[in-house]
T-cell receptor, first 111, second 114 residues
Framework: TQLLEQSPQFLSIQEGENLTVYCNSS?????LQWYRQEPGEGPVLLVT?????EVKKLKRLTFQFGDARKDSSLHITAAQPGDTGLYLC???????????FGTGTRLKVLA | GAGVSQSPSNKVTEKGKDVELRCDPISGHTALYWYRQSLGQGLEFLIYFQGNSAPDKSGLPSDRFSAERTGGSVSTLTIQRTQQEDSAVYLC????????????FGNGTRLTVT
């Protein structure tokens, strides 16, 4: 059974601090997505990474896919209160349509 | 350009009653997923529809759960004889014909079984 473990589970930081969220698995994925979910809404895609070692930047967010395509990280620089939300990673396997979602990291950025 | 629409947004029901949750995907999206999310945690896969193919029901937790998709568009998730452990947010997502990401999610139905 494929599992995606995220850490930390909860994170509360002050505005302006940096943070990293991790998404780890023992399985290899052909693609990995990061989503952010706000209360009362569905998850919204932030980024998709498909190549081992790939790094993508989205403003203050940096996403990395591990060389072995088993893990990923999300780094936020100078966090803002608007970054508050539930961050979910999701792994996809080539040839299938199932996306395995991680356990989630709930981030709260205090002003 | 409407997104994925789910109704109702909230549903409170008594234990033992049946409930129906509706999902209206983005027009032209042939893939449709149902996920369950408990207590703001990760998403649990329930069922997948793709075009006219037989659905993948492997994630349905029991035979009290069923889903159908009529005309390749609207989908209904039915839970019979609801139990308290069924309380969760039920999320529907659709994706484009290429089947790749992203998944476009609705805002979910929050089900509370009392």
């Amino acid at each position: 059974t494929q599992l995606l473990e995220q850490s930390p589970q909860f994170l509360s930081i002050q505005e302006g601090e940096n943070l990293t969220v991790y998404c780890n698995s023992s399985s290899v994925f052909s693609s990995l997505q990061w989503y952010r979910q706000e209360p009362g809404e569905g998850p919204v895609l932030l980024v998709t990474v498909v190549t081992g070692g790939e790094v993508k930047k989205l403003k203050r967010l940096t996403f990395q896919f591990g060389d072995a395509r088993k893990d990923s990280s999300l780094h936020i620089t100078a966090a803002q209160p608007g970054d508050t939300g539930l961050y979910l990673c999701a792994g996809g396997t080539s040839g299938t349509y199932k996306y395995i979602f991680g356990t989630g990291t709930r981030l709260k950025v205090l002003a | 350009g409407a997104g994925v629409s789910q109704s109702p947004s909230n549903k409170v029901t008594e234990k033992g009653k049946d409930v129906e949750l509706r999902c209206d995907p983005i027009s032209g999206h042939t893939a449709l997923y149902w996920y369950r999310q408990s207590l703001g945690q990760g998403l649990e896969f329930l069922i997948y529809f793709q075009g006219n193919s037989a659905p993948d029901k492997s994630g349905l937790p029991s035979d009290r759960f069923s889903a159908e998709r009529t005309g390749g568009s609207v989908s209904t998730l039915t839970i019979q004889r609801t139990q308290q452990e069924d309380s969760a947010v039920y999320l529907c997502a659709s994706s484009s014909p290429g089947q790749g990401p992203p998944l476009h999610f609705g805002n979910g139905t929050r089900l509370t079984v009392t």
